[in-house]
């Protein structure tokens, strides 16, 4: 794999800011299969070990989506959580975006299957493809739109089924990854909360670091990319590491100076979920406490879209995040892209989440 150097004095890269905008997050649901797949199992896969795993990352376990299940399924029971916890109808919905790079298939989108199989038939629906970052890159372009005015009501859902474009072989990703789905609510907010700022960035020069080669246009598939492996994901994990902890940071320093917030006043972060450690540097580099961090890696390993709602879904039950709480939001992964959000949580005009949803919910077969 083509590998991008990092220098020892690095560019900065620069993003997009969008301060002030009142459209804010009213719920947050979550979904993941119920097959847990543990190191001590893939200590059996690979030449790996527990102790490694967790030294290395703190990945303890993660999920896997039977076969037959797919994004849509997934991101169908993490939509009605969101949906029951704000107390309301598909057929509210005027726009659905799924952020996902394992759709159910290249086309039509994953966003369209998942209006059909909830019954929302008043939404517009498209997928957004910007890796990991890609939760985040979603809400963004969701609360631009719900604060236009055109819409009043969207759901973002972020999902993966990352076990399926996995190279079962390689043991310097296969112990990283996990299927999930996170499903948030986004609604008018009222000045001075929802999202108060975001901050966007991407390097296309660093693409080569993290790629899925084959099933695209590039390299159609065909029985030679099947066979020399492209439908898998290729990824150089410690030159992204660096990156990922020196752009978030960037990232949430510039969000909150957007939001004219200092850290202090943050009551929760949620950094997306790819390496204990690199969460770890993160609040090291911005000086942000671990005890008020959302952690659950340990549990899903890193989910890609649906990390950071799955994360915000754990805080909430956790008893990290309440209604009126200062959240920032930070992530990193394909392409490169990451970025930052500023949010005041589940204000929003007169709304608050939390309600009548049933909790994270379970994935079986079928749905
Ligand atoms: N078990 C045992 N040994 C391993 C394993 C494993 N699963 N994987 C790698 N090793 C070995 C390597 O071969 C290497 O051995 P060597 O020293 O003999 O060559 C040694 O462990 C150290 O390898 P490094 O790659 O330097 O390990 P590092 O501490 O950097 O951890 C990791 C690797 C976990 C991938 C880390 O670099 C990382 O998390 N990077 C960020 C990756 C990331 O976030 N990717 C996703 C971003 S986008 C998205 O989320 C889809």
Redesign the pocket.
Known sequence: MATRKVTAAPPVMDGVSTPGMPAGVVAAGAAVPDDILTNAE?ERM????DE??VK??GIRERRIAPEGIAASHLGVRAARDALGKAGMKPVDLELIIVAT?TGDMPAPSTACLLQEKIGAPHAACFDLSA??TGFLYALSVAGHMVAYGNFSCAMVVGVEV?SRVTDWSD???????GDGAGAVIVKPASPGSGILSVHLGSDGGAADL?KIPGGGSLHPASARTVEDGLHT?K?N??E??TL?VRNMAESVTRALKDAGCTLDEVDCLIP?Q??L??IKSLCGRVGFPMEKTAVNIGEYG?T?SA?IPLALVDAEERGMLAAGDLAVLAS???G?TWGAMVLRWGETDGCTSGGTGDGESAIGEGD
Do not use: K
Request: proline share 0%; with cysteine; hydrophobic share 50%.
């Open positions: 893939l690979v030449e790996t070990s490694w795993i290395r990352t790079v890796g990991c990352l043991r310097g990703t296969c112990v990283l990854f993290l994901l990824m994990g410690r992204i590491f990922a997306h790819a390496n450690r690199i890193n890609s990390s990193f992964g394909a490169l």
